[in-house]
């Protein structure tokens, strides 16, 4: 089924470039990616985009044809470093053909794929499971903002800070640690303190308040924190945290409505996803509940699947000895890589006729999956 919407405006790539890195941030891609804008000028007017999984001549040539100027695509058309662009390389004749077209690439991968409410979270709703969690969180995505400001300014402080992206600890808002203090500092001769006068140790009551920032909103938070706060010069430490961010990581986890067989579930799963074709672990006489989803290549996380005492885990990519990996405590079931990670195009389009109902944006009709089966 081809989706479109009928264009009505144009619009400025670094617009559409914000939204998408506010559904996925471009700091929770993997050290190996290579997300977010790779070819275009972020002043530049689109007038479409062609939404992928991968990038093909065939998709640029679908681009050009309906008169597109911008391809949003999951896998990256630049992925490894390129060192060298030899005529007749596949890589050269696509970056070529976009380049030549003006047309404006821009991926959205892992930061995607470690984002719950990305395609993990669209997997699990279409099996019907709710209540879903990250399975493996990620690290080092949090910080702690430590500020100082007069007694009867900590409410508009800590509401500032809230309403920006902190305080959060897991399903709890609005955290944060309040201590009562001293502090003391002298104003120079250019300055024009809030309290105090220039040149005398000033003395004033304070409260130091301690938040939880998302390395997302970071920037946003200590902007915040400025335009709100009344001192000239605001004192504030920014510590890195060593602990999981539990909103973001690889994988999801959560639990069918009720248990059933393991091959009831391989039915589920054809029928819900389409598919002619799974490769599964042995399937055994235990019932199942509890679902692990990783889209894409997830061996690496059958261990923490297995310590998260999921009784499925679903991904792609497995190789002849991961199905080894779990033994009988669960089922590995591969759906291939091509068939959990093309509901991107879905994803993609339902989140930008959601903000923006008058863009011209088209699923592609191109299968880009290079497996075939006989």
Known sequence: MIHVIQLLFKMVLKELCTF??????????EEYDNAGLL?????????????????????????????????ISHHPLIFKGLKKLIHGSAE????????????AIFSIHTNLDN?????????MKKLGITGYQVLYPQKRLLFKLVTFCPVEYAGKIRL???EAGAGHIGNYDSCSFNVSGQGTFRASENTNPFVGE???VHFEDEIRIEVIVPDHVRNQVVSSLIKNHPYEEVAYDLYPLDNYYSKIGSGAVGTLPREQSGKDFLFLVKKSLGLTVIRHSKVGSRLVKRIGICSG????????ALEAEVDVLLTADLKYHDFFLAGDHMLLVDIGH????????????DALIEKFPNFACLISQVNTNPIHYF
């Open 198 to 200: 220039k040149n005398v």
């Open 160 to 162: 500032a800070l809230f």
């Open 39 to 71: 070819i275009g000028d972020p002043d530049m007017e689109i007038s479409g985009a062609i939404l992928c999984l991968d990038i093909t001549e065939d998709v640029l040539d679908e681009a050009i044809g309906r008169g597109f100027n911008m391809i």
């Open 92 to 103: 050269t004749v696509l970056l070529s053909k976009a380049i030549k077209n003006d047309l």
């Open 20 to 29: 998408l890195e506010s559904k996925a941030s471009l700091s929770y891609q």
């Open 297 to 304: 290549s997830g061996s690496s996380l059958i261990p923490q």
């Open 115 to 123: 984002s719950l409410d990305g395609l993990n979270g669209l997997l």
């Open 338 to 349: 091509y068939e959990s990670e093309h509901w991107v195009k879905e994803w993609l389009y």
